[in-house]
C-alpha cells in the first residue's frame, strides 16, 4: 500500500509555493471531502440498484426507522431530511405516483396528514440498506474495527458542533 496519496502531493506542492501559510487542515478536511465523493459514488450504486433515487432512499429510511406502521407526518419527514416544506410536498408527490408511499388522514388529526409507506416502499429500502452496507465495509475495510471505532469517534467530536439536536 502506498504511504503517500493525492493529498499529500496537494499538500507538499502548496507547501513549496506558499511556505507561510499552515496547510494542515488540508491534510484532514480534503481526504473527508475526497471520501465523501467515493461514498456519495457507492450510495448512487446502492440506490439504483433498488431503482432508487438518494432523495428517494432518503425519505424511504426516515419512513423505516420510525418502525411499523412506518408513517410520519411531512413535518417530521422535514426534520429528518432538512429540506425546505415545498421539496418535500415534491417529493411526497413523487413518491406517490411510484407507488412507495400514500397519504393517509391522520386518524389523531382529521387535518393533518400522515405519509405511509407502502409494502414496495418498505422492499426498496431494505433492498438499498442491506447493497449500502455491503458497499460501505469495503470502503472501510482497509481499517481494523479498532481504527473504524476511533475514526468514528474523531468524527463525532468534529461533527457535534454541526448536529442540530432532534427534537
Not at 23 to 31: D, Y
Not at 144 to 154: G, I, P, V
Amino acid at each position: 500500500m502506498p504511504s503517500s496519496d493525492e493529498v499529500d502531493r496537494i499538500v507538499e506542492a502548496w507547501s513549496r509555493e506558499r511556505a507561510d501559510l499552515d496547510f494542515s487542515p488540508l491534510q484532514v478536511l480534503s481526504r473527508v471531502g475526497r471520501l465523501a465523493r467515493h461514498l456519495e459514488r457507492a450510495r448512487k450504486t446502492a440506490f439504483a440498484a433498488s431503482d432508487l433515487e438518494l432523495w428517494e432512499f432518503d425519505v424511504l429510511s426516515a419512513l423505516r426507522r420510525a418502525g411499523a406502521p412506518y408513517q410520519l407526518s411531512p413535518k417530521a419527514l422535514l426534520q429528518q431530511t432538512l429540506v425546505s416544506s415545498g421539496t418535500m410536498t415534491n417529493r411526497i408527490d413523487r413518491l406517490v405516483e411510484r407507488g412507495l408511499v400514500e397519504r393517509r388522514t391522520d386518524p389523531n388529526d382529521g387535518r393533518g396528514i400522515l405519509v405511509v409507506m407502502t409494502p414496495g416502499g418498505r422492499e426498496r429500502v431494505d433492498d438499498a440498506i442491506s447493497t449500502l452496507l455491503t458497499a460501505e465495509s469495503e470502503l472501510l475495510e482497509r481499517l481494523s474495527t479498532a481504527d473504524q471505532e476511533r475514526l468514528s469517534a474523531l468524527l463525532r467530536k468534529l461533527s457535534l458542533d454541526f448536529d442540530e439536536p432532534a427534537e
